[in-house]
């Protein structure tokens, strides 16, 4: 059983798409996370959702809207893709009052030609 | 803002050596965590540190984090090729949120 799954794990697509990127957690936690890892490794978080609600939006631009149907899910819509969306993206889940640790799916690597 | 900094950037060595890796910030965390990440994974969670002073050790690999908890290290005995990958610190700084920081990274190479 993967603990926390993204799909897709590639994605190629044209400048001015729009494409969304799916994550599951089946860890029980209530607080799901979006963050972007550059060409540099670089890991920074998007967005967190605590049981639904958003609770961290890091400055990132509106062509990006996250949502959170129920606590084991949050997407990531992405709107009019620029180049310089490539990277790759990572789900990661934790349990607020547990311990403050996360767990990661395998990233969606993303690239916008 | 709270920035980790981690040194080296890139360090490439033999099988069987000895490395450290830094992590620092001039900021307090309540915890601070290390996660190493293979290529085509997502960061795996190694160890949390809560305690200033605190050392944990994992077979090889021992954590300390500083006694101010605005630092930590990462020392690896004699290294194998499986230790190779990106190892990442990260600070959580408490509260209700559990944002996480993360440093830059430290690309580990070690050849056989």
């Known amino acids: 059983d993967t603990a926390v799954s993204q799909t897709p794990k590639y994605l190629v697509t044209q400048m001015g798409n729009d494409k969304s990127i799916k994550c599951e957690q089946n860890?029980?936690?209530?607080?799901m996370y979006w963050y972007k890892q550059d060409s540099k490794k670089f890991l920074k978080i998007m967005f967190s959702?605590?049981?639904?609600?958003?609770?961290i939006n890091e400055t990132v631009p509106n062509r990006f809207s996250p949502k959170s149907p129920d606590k084991a899910h949050l997407n990531l819509h992405i709107n009019s893709l620029e180049l310089g969306d490539s990277a790759v993206y990572f789900c990661?889940?934790?349990?607020?009052?547990?311990?403050?640790?996360?767990?990661f799916g395998q990233g969606t690597r993303l690239t916008v030609v | 803002t709270q920035l980790l900094e981690q040194s080296p950037q890139f360090l490439s060595i033999q099988e069987g050596e000895n490395l450290t890796v830094y992590c620092n910030s001039s900021?307090?965390?309540?915890?601070l965590q290390w996660y190493r990440q293979e290529p085509g994974e997502g960061p795996v969670l190694l160890v949390t540190?809560?305690?200033?002073?605190e050392v944990k050790k994992l077979k090889r690999l021992t954590f300390q984090f500083g006694d101010a908890r605005k630092d930590s290290s990462l020392h690896i005995t004699a290294a194998q090729p499986g230790d190779t990958g990106l190892y990442l610190c990260?600070?959580?700084?408490?509260?209700?949120?559990?944002?996480?920081?993360f440093g830059k990274g430290t690309l580990l190479t070690v050849n056989p």
């Open positions: 990661a889940s934790s349990q607020v009052g547990g311990k403050p640790e996360a767990f």
């Open positions: 860890l029980g936690h209530d607080t």
């Open positions: 959702y605590n049981n639904k609600e958003l609770i």
């Open positions: 900021s307090v965390f309540s915890s």
């Open positions: 540190v809560v305690t200033g002073g």
């Open positions: 990260a600070g959580n700084s408490g509260g209700s949120n559990y944002k996480l920081t």
